[in-house]
């Protein structure tokens, strides 16, 4: 079975400091992984995903994240945390042999101070 | 603007009352969802379909039913709602044509059974 582990439940940064989000997963064969944000009383946004090619995937709001097969990590980064990237960030696996199956990590709460 | 709605997004109930809460996505996706989202649990898939008249069990379906009549609406149905159903629930959707298609979420119902 997949899964999803975002071993930390908040990450604290200073504004114009790069700021990491871990997830790690568990999955037979080669992973889909995505990245989303939700703020305060909305949806999950989009921000990134792996499918297949170059480890390092760049997404929405400067966003980017690497995929590191070795240690089944997939972790998101950001050269500059500002303070509006304050929210609640999802890490998500779909493994590739079963479509109907997307699991989530439990969440990583990101709190930017100016 | 494409994008999924829900109805109601907040809803206050009583045990055993029965409750629907609609879903509806103009994006054409063959693929719905359902979740809630609890703290330290990350999100949970209820149930999905892969096309109109196509559902199945998710990872946590006990006490929900869900229907597909129509490609765009996908209703959520508590039959007898128990507090222990009390939680943050989206809805979503995608093409469903690959296990790499992104998936678009709508803004969330936060239920309360008391």
């Known amino acids: 079975a997949q899964s999803v582990a975002q071993p930390e439940d908040q990450v604290n940064v200073a504004e114009g400091n790069p700021l990491t989000v871990k997830c790690t997963y568990s999955v037979s064969g080669n992973p889909y992984l995505f990245w989303y944000v939700q703020y305060p009383n909305r949806g999950l946004q989009f921000l990134l995903k792996?499918?297949?090619?170059?480890?390092l995937v760049k997404g929405s709001y400067g966003f980017e994240a690497e995929f590191n097969k070795s240690q089944t990590s997939f972790h998101l980064k950001k050269p500059s945390a500002l303070v509006s990237d304050s929210a609640l960030y999802f890490c998500?696996?779909?493994?590739?042999?079963?479509?109907?199956?997307?699991?989530f990590g439990a969440g990583t709460r990101l709190t930017v101070k100016p | 603007e494409a994008q999924v709605t829900q109805n109601p997004r907040y809803l206050i109930t009583v045990t055993g009352k029965k409750l629907t809460v609609t879903c509806s996505q103009n994006m054409n996706h063959e693929y719905m969802s359902w979740y809630r989202q609890d703290p330290g649990l990350g999100l949970r898939q209820i149930y999905y379909?892969?096309?109109?008249?196509?559902?199945d069990k998710g990872d946590v379906p006990e006490g929900y039913k869900v229907s597909r009549k129509e490609k765009r609406n996908f209703p959520l149905i508590l039959e007898s709602p128990s507090p222990n159903q009390t939680s943050l629930y989206f809805c979503?959707?995608?093409?469903?044509?690959?296990?790499?298609?992104?998936?678009?979420f709508g803004p969330g119902t936060r239920l309360t059974v008391l």
């Open positions: 998500a696996v779909r493994a590739r042999y079963n479509n109907n199956d997307m699991r």
């Open positions: 979503a959707s995608r093409t469903g044509t690959g296990g790499a298609d992104t998936q678009y």
């Open positions: 379909s892969m096309n109109v008249e196509v559902t």
């Open positions: 792996y499918i297949t090619g170059d480890n």
